[in-house]
């Protein structure tokens, strides 16, 4: 996207390399269809990579590694197959890559259902990313509700993550110094230049990376105007960098955000480098010399790594590169990659997301798109996914909307029972949601209705229902009428 390339040459000036998109690799795919049938059993049918996202328990092979110096192929432990009714792999489709695997199974309960799901947020191995099914059955005799609760979760909790990013900071940033001075330090005077990435702009990027976790990854504010977008305003003002903002003020001027990067990379480098010997400011051609010599801006090239781990796209970038991680571990005793390895899980979860341009390290193998239905044994009522059918929902999203705090899934629908219908009315009666809705009311807070009904059912005959009828309490006459109501309909 435009913003993560004009931040890319952004970082590369000041070499604060914290998260750039990568690209070129076709995404993982996961398909999860599930289906209750009028018993309360579930279908339950997969199809997913064959990748480190496996359970263990469904591997030969021990996930002990980082996600993508693994095997990409891993074998299948036949316990776990045998779990389903059918399972296999099969090679990846004209828009997949790798293997992938195949399974379907019927299972009498929810607990049942295997493990499908469980991603290490490496190196941190008890930090996992894994799938939650829950789900509950109320029993209102002519029909039922199931509620079905199924969770992606994320490893990252706000303490750590913004400890996390403070600890990232300050070892950044002390490491860019160090490697401005060595590269420009002779030709250059550079004190204002290293007060303004040791106070303003590091204050920004952590105060950016805060506002990610209250918005959602990437901070081109896609879809958000009023006070987030205020807030975003403030923090890049703080910066020195205008947003640009709409006519009416109220969101972000997509058009114009990525023209906005480079005059404020210029203006920087105007109001904060001086030669040394003369103490004058660099004129517009010798800005734009300095930007060449380290590739800023050139030909608006897709990055080439999430973390620069690549090798740089030029001989300036090389040598920043090269001076940087010189710098990063005498100073931080520790090696950038084993560093950059504990920020990505601290920050960016199992899914190692990367907040600020809406970008997963797991792009260097593949992002992770997921498509997940869920098939009721009646009208849906309630759900927070996109109903495609009565009875029918489905969810679309990736692995950016499952950081911070997981992607839950949620579903209340109504499961008929026809056969108690057939034998209290002789036929098939129910069909208004209003009338369940009421009836599911009556006789989930009142014993009477609810022991009257089952009497009802169980006899074939409506006598227990008249006789609530004639009761002294108001409800159970209501409920009663409800229920022989029922009778005269359809």
């Known amino acids: 996207m435009i913003w993560a390339r004009s931040f890319r040459d952004l970082a590369a000036l000041t070499l604060v390399v914290v998260m750039v998109v990568s690209g070129g690799c076709k995404p993982k795919k996961y398909a999860v269809s599930t289906r209750i049938d009028s018993g309360g059993e579930f279908d339950r049918e997969i199809l997913q990579p064959l990748d480190d996202s496996m359970p263990p328990e469904a591997?030969?092979?021990?996930?002990?590694?980082?996600?993508?110096?693994?095997?990409?192929?891993?074998?299948?432990?036949?316990?776990?197959?045998k779990a389903w009714r059918q399972c296999a792999t099969r090679p990846a489709t004209p828009d997949t890559e790798g293997t992938y695997v195949s399974a379907r199974g019927h299972?009498?309960?929810?607990?049942?259902?295997?493990?499908?799901?469980?991603?290490?947020?490496?190196?941190?191995?008890?930090?996992?990313?894994s799938n939650k099914v829950n789900h509950a059955f109320d029993n209102y005799l002519l029909f039922g509700v199931d509620s079905?609760?199924?969770?992606?979760?994320?490893?990252i909790s706000l303490p750590d993550y913004v400890e996390a990013v403070d600890e990232m900071l300050g070892q950044m940033f002390p490491a860019i110094g160090a490697t401005l001075a060595e590269l420009l330090g002779d030709e250059y005077d550079l004190t204002a230049l290293h007060g303004y990435l040791g106070g303003d702009l590091r204050k920004a990027i952590r105060h950016l990376h805060l506002w990610c976790y209250e918005n959602g990854p990437g901070i081109a504010a896609d879809g958000l105007s009023g006070a987030p977008v205020d807030e975003l305003?403030?923090?890049?003002?703080?910066?020195?960098?205008?947003?640009?903002?709409?006519?009416?003020?109220a969101s972000v001027d997509q058009e114009r955000l990525s023209a906005a990067w480079e005059p404020f990379v210029r203006e920087r480098i105007r109001r904060l480098v001086r030669f040394k010997a003369s103490g004058s400011a660099l004129s517009e051609g010798q800005i734009q010399a300095l930007m060449d010599r380290f590739g800023l801006f050139s030909e608006n090239k897709t990055p080439a790594a999430t973390h620069p781990a690549g090798p740089p796209q030029s001989d300036g970038q090389?040598?920043?590169?090269?001076?940087?991680?010189?710098?990063?571990?005498r100073l931080s005793k520790v090696s950038y990659d084993q560093a950059r390895a504990r920020w990505e899980a601290r920050i960016g979860g199992a899914h190692r997301v990367n907040p600020l341009i809406q970008g997963s390290l797991h792009e260097l193998s593949g992002s992770r798109h997921y498509a997940f239905t869920f098939v009721a044994g009646g009208p849906i009522l309630e759900t927070d996914g996109q109903r495609v059918a009565e009875d029918q929902v489905q969810w679309h999203f990736t692995d950016l909307d499952i950081w911070p705090h997981g992607y839950a899934m949620q579903v209340t629908a109504v499961r008929w029972n026809r056969e108690a219908e057939k034998k209290l009315f002789g036929r098939i009666v129910l069909g208004d949601l209003d009338t369940v809705l009421h009836l599911r009311?009556?006789?989930?807070?009142?014993?009477?209705?609810?022991?009257?009904?089952?009497?009802?059912?169980?006899?074939?005959?409506?006598?227990?229902?008249?006789?609530?009828?004639?009761?002294?309490?108001?409800?159970?006459?209501?409920a009663a009428k409800t229920i022989l109501d029922l009778k005269s309909k359809r």
């Open 441 to 478: 009311d009556l006789i989930a807070d009142h014993d009477d209705v609810y022991d009257a009904l089952a009497q009802a059912i169980e006899q074939g005959s409506l006598r227990p229902i008249k006789t609530l009828s004639e009761s002294k309490e108001p409800v159970n006459r209501e």
């Open 107 to 129: 299972f009498a309960v929810v607990d049942e259902i295997p493990r499908t799901y469980h991603l290490v947020a490496y190196p941190f191995s008890d930090r996992v990313a």
């Open 148 to 155: 079905w609760n199924e969770t992606l979760t994320e490893t």
């Open 59 to 81: 591997l030969v092979i021990p996930k002990t590694a980082l996600p993508n110096s693994q095997p990409s192929d891993y074998a299948l432990k036949p316990a776990w197959q």
């Open 233 to 249: 305003r403030q923090i890049l003002a703080g910066a020195g960098l205008k947003l640009p903002m709409t006519g009416d003020g």
């Open 318 to 329: 090389a040598a920043i590169w090269h001076a940087f991680l010189g710098h990063f571990e």
